[in-house]
């Protein structure tokens, strides 16, 4: 299957701070990823849809002053979490479809990144 | 309705078991039907894919689609302790769009 790969794995910040996850495809190219968080024990929570060469998409209730996302080739998109605070401690995973022949298809995830804020 | 129902378990088998994991969804546009394997704290790996309704196997897993039901499978046969995660259900529509994810159903096989 295709790879999409997120780094980092795990951060640790202190409050306050500013904290940057990329996430690529590395064998494919992708006019689109997506953001998810996740809490423990809980599915995902689609957070935005990352468009290459423009602006994101958030969902409802998303801070996008918040959650900076650029995407700024067919292979990289990056999450910024901007100020970060306590309760901005979560799982942050990224996805991206490949197109195919006849449509798109089935999303890859990256490995995720663990963030925590002291 | 909601738009896709999972029963989210924990379901708790013993090694060998057969495993049935299942979602029933309600928008008819979905084309495209996927489970995912997510591990603690790991992204969610994709193990099986199909678009169309019917049986399709992969080792020890055989993803069933019935479209008229609007109803999706997972067996898992010969269960083994390292099949222990939680199991997703997705559904996507054509476009680059986001997919649709049940909530997860958490599966413990016991040794």
């Known amino acids: 299957g295709a790879v999409v790969s997120q780094h980092p794995s795990r951060v640790i910040c202190k409050s306050g701070t500013s904290v940057k996850i990329e996430c690529r495809s590395l064998?494919?190219?992708?006019?689109?990823m997506f953001w998810y968080r996740q809490f423990p024990k809980q599915s995902l929570m689609l957070m935005a849809t990352s468009n290459e060469g423009s602006k994101a998409t958030y969902e409802q209730g998303v801070e996008k002053d918040k959650f900076l996302i650029n995407h700024a080739s067919l292979t990289l998109s990056t999450l910024t979490v901007t100020s970060a605070h306590p309760e901005d401690s979560s799982f942050y995973i990224c996805s991206a479809r490949p197109m195919r022949a006849g449509g798109v298809s089935e999303a890859f995830f990256g490995q995720g990144t663990r963030l925590t804020v002291v | 309705q909601k738009e896709v129902e999972q029963d989210p378990g924990p379901l708790s088998v013993p090694e060998g078991a057969i495993v049935s994991l299942n979602c029933t969804y309600s928008n008819s546009a979905f084309q495209y039907f996927m489970w995912y394997r997510q591990y603690s704290r790991k992204g969610p790996e994709l193990l099986m894919y199909t678009y169309s309704s019917g049986n399709k196997e992969d080792g020890r897993f055989t993803a069933q689609v019935d479209k008229s039901s609007k109803y999706i499978s997972l067996f898992i046969r010969d269960s083994q302790p390292s099949d222990s995660a939680t199991y997703l259900c997705?559904?996507?529509?054509?476009?680059?769009?986001?997919?649709?994810f049940g909530k997860g159903t958490r599966l413990s096989v016991i040794a």
């Open positions: 997705a559904f996507g529509n054509s476009g680059n769009t986001p997919l649709v």
């Open positions: 064998d494919f190219q992708a006019t689109t």
